[in-house]
């Protein structure tokens, strides 16, 4: 083994953004990380998560090797087991399984996605039989881009080009804190070149004190706002009326449809005064067609109108002309070459096409959440396929559903799921009502639960066998975002695994094999898999890491503007459908609307009454990211080693509490405790509460399972399926109706 150190060029994995890092290794030991300037997506930017990084992998927590329970689930009893045993026990259990219940009886869960490589899980999935791939993303940004795609043909959520923007919209999103590098471009717009800036939140917040609009809106009426918005750009003629008529349809009846919400309507809704809606309203269309509204995802969380907000906010970039131009969405073009070739990309390694069309049908949530199942991806595949030569992004739309999941473990309806499969995820924090979670993990009906993690987690405490997976500095990188452009990142691996820790090509491969489908999984490692893709392109994987990115368009606008002049849209009219045929057939509204939460003081004002605050949960806090960098020793909690709610000072006196105090948090579902943080900016009736909260250092058997009762948001949140949002099934997290008092 070499002393001389070496210096790798590896991503950051620790959330979503891959910024790009120089790791200093010696041996096998990580000396020291630096971020990369020249990397083109985070250019030199790199987060509090970032700089702990090499000390949270040093935690003693850190999981090395395989672990089969042996004892009740939940009481803490394990054996250490090969990987050979333990995948040979796995494989038989699950072929068991499959023969008695059918391959559906299956289920695999995503939680945070540390890799950005999804297609191994796919990919067995699909070989398995089984359609249930559930996770988070129809409360996070899966909703949004199976609609846009319907809509325009294009996953949409990452092409705010802030760069070139006249006016940016933040609407419920936090930058500073939840995309800092987005932030940083933004921050240089507005400096240099005057950009306005709208902030949509009931809460002030770093952005709203930069924005030259604020908008503090009741929480989960943002739907109305964009019905408003849309009212006024409309009937004040504010639109691009070449861009609607030329290449829009449905423009006549979403004008019809507008003349329902008159601003004094959505004031009142809202709460918002009149002239600040016709302010915003008039501020984001005179920039047109440099105007964007930035990807967030805290209204996919609200419940039943989540994705029809989107909806309205597609019509918003739409009437103003404002996509696939500078300044406004860019629009991404899967499918790109180089030297004539195209990689291979996420949704063609999930090979999808080995799922029956009777097995599609069986998706948890295929009748109910229908923009989120096989029967929206089926309906735009056509277009997108036709027009990029690649299959649409598959990866984030489809998702079976966690409100469906768990009465079929617990009732068998509409039939029996007997296995789970937690793909470095911690279910029991970041999904909800925790309650249903642990009952569902605790139920004998479950006969096999897997988790693959980093360190053992409360979820972990309730599974059958727990494996130790590779951290972003143990492995390489080879992701183009889930298949939502053309661009490709690689990153290098600094380190060799820690003790028996394996990558998740590793971990699938070795399912995937357990089970007879030896014959798909022919790479013997991640990197020799990534080469196969790259192999149409001509070049090799260490090239890819030299390079950093290939194909930058997706995130750099040096492509011609407007090319759909040239080849129109990728969707069934070959236009934009602000009337969506897609809707239309699979049985909604086609046009956008407003709805109220289920549970909302105007929906159930009885419980108002007694539950008159109202709740959202999940606002971020640096270095938290979900159910992450709750372990002392990795620098969060020595930052805040609590749960912290935020406030309105006054509502919080009157209430008896101070700031610092423990308050208990109480909804119809349960109640929990955080530290409040009184904050004079944020509406008298409103609660911030942190989501997925869970303690490592409190005892991680039960009852206790590392405090996962005691701060978790996640125990409060509602999942009827009537409340959860009506196209994509998403719980509500969001805007929902609570008390609060003094611990
Ligand atoms: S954790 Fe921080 S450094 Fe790492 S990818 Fe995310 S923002 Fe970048």
């Keep these: 083994m070499s002393n001389q150190t070496e210096i790798k060029k590896c991503n950051c994995s620790m959330c979503e953004k891959l910024c790009g890092m120089f790791v200093h290794v010696n041996g096998n030991k990580i000396e020291k990380i630096e971020p990369n300037k020249e990397h083109p997506l985070s250019q030199g930017y790199r987060c509090m998560r970032n700089r702990n990084a090499i000390s949270w992998l040093n935690l003693s927590q850190q999981l090395m090797y395989p672990l089969k329970r042996v004892g009740e689930r939940g009481e803490g009893k394990w054996q250490r087991i090969s990987w050979d045993d333990a995948m040979g026990e796995v494989g ?420 995937g094999r357990s089970v007879g489908q030896d014959e798909y999984w022919p790479w013997e490692n991640a990197v020799e898999v990534n080469e196969y893709r790259m192999k149409p392109m001509g070049i090799n994987f260490k090239q890819l890491v030299e390079m950093m990115v290939v194909l930058p368009s997706s995130i750099v606008p040096v492509f011609k503007q407007k090319k759909y002049e040239e080849t129109g849209f990728p969707t069934r009219s070959g236009k934009v459908e602000l009337y969506s045929s897609i809707l239309e057939e699979l049985g909604y509204d086609p046009l956008p609307y407003y709805e109220e939460p289920a549970e909302s003081p105007v929906s159930t004002p009885e419980v108002a009454k007694e539950y008159p605050l109202i709740l959202s949960t999940g606002g971020r806090r640096m270095p938290f990211y979900h159910s992450e960098w709750m372990h002392w020793g990795a620098g969060g909690r020595e930052k805040q080693p609590d749960a912290v709610m935020e406030i309105n000072t006054e509502t919080a006196h009157k209430l008896g509490i101070n700031d610092g105090d423990w308050a208990y948090i109480e909804t119809r579902r349960g109640r929990i405790k955080q530290k409040a943080k009184l904050n004079p900016g944020i509406l008298p009736n409103y609660v911030l509460a942190q989501a997925s909260w869970w303690y490592p250092e409190k005892p991680a058997e039960e009852p206790s399972l590392g405090g996962v009762w005691d701060s978790n948001a996640n125990v409060l949140i509602l999942d009827d399926i009537d409340a959860c949002d009506r196209l994509a099934g998403g719980f509500q997290a969001r805007a929902l109706l609570c008390k609060v008092y003094k611990a």
């Design 92 to 511: 038989q259990k699950l072929m068991k399984i499959r023969e008695r219940y059918g391959a559906e009886a299956l289920c695999e869960i995503d939680g945070t996605e540390r890799g950005f490589e999804y297609w191994p899980r796919g990919r067995f999935m699909h070989l398995f039989g089984s359609p249930n791939w559930v996770n988070c993303v129809n409360i996070c940004s899966g909703n949004q881009i199976a609609l846009h795609k319907m809509i325009t043909g294009d996953p949409l959520v990452f092409g705010s080009d802030f760069d070139n923007s006249n006016c940016t919209v933040l609407w419920g999103t936090n930058p500073p804190l939840s995309w800092q590098t987005w932030w940083i471009r933004m921050s240089k717009s507005k400096r240099e070149r005057g950009m306005k800036l709208i902030a949509i939140d009931p809460r002030q917040t770093e952005a709203t004190e930069k924005a030259d609009l604020w908008l503090p809106l009741r929480p989960g009426t943002d739907g109305a706002l964009a019905m408003g918005w849309l009212n006024i750009i409309i009937n004040e003629g504010l639109y691009d009326k070449k861009f609607v008529e030329e290449w829009t349809i449905g423009f006549d009846k979403l004008k019809e449809r507008v003349q329902e919400y008159p601003v004094e309507k959505v004031a009142q809704i809202t709460g918002l005064k009149s002239e600040d809606i016709i302010k915003g309203a008039r501020m984001y269309a005179e920039a047109r067609p440099a105007c964007c509204i930035c990807y967030g995802v805290a209204t996919d969380m609200i419940g039943r109108n989540a994705t029809v907000v989107e909806h309205a906010r597609v019509a918003l970039r739409v009437i103003t002309g404002s996509i696939d131009v500078l300044g406004g969405t860019l629009i991404t073009r899967p499918g790109e070459k180089i030297n004539g070739g195209a990689y291979i990309t996420e949704t063609q390694m999930c090979l999808v096409d080995k799922l029956s069309s009777e097995q599609r049908k069986k998706a948890l949530g295929y009748d109910t959440s229908r923009i989120t199942s096989f029967r929206s991806y089926e309906l735009t595949e056509e277009p997108i396929a036709k027009m990029y030569g690649v299959p649409p992004m598959f990866i984030m739309p489809v998702v079976g559903h966690t409100s469906f999941l768990w009465p079929a473990i617990l009732e068998g309806k509409p039939y029996p799921v007997r296995a789970l499969i937690c793909n470095a995820t911690n279910t029991l924090a970041w999904a909800g009502p925790t309650k249903k979670i642990y009952d569902a993990f605790k139920s004998p009906n479950l006969e096999l639960h897997i988790e693959y993690d980093f360190f053992m987690t409360p979820s972990g405490m309730l599974a059958d066998y727990v494996f130790p997976g590779a951290s972003w500095m143990e492995r390489v990188l080879c992701s183009n975002y889930l298949d939502w452009g053309s661009m490709l990142l690689g990153g290098d691996q600094a380190i060799a695994p820690l003790g028996e820790r394996r990558d998740a090509y590793d971990f699938w491969r070795a399912l």
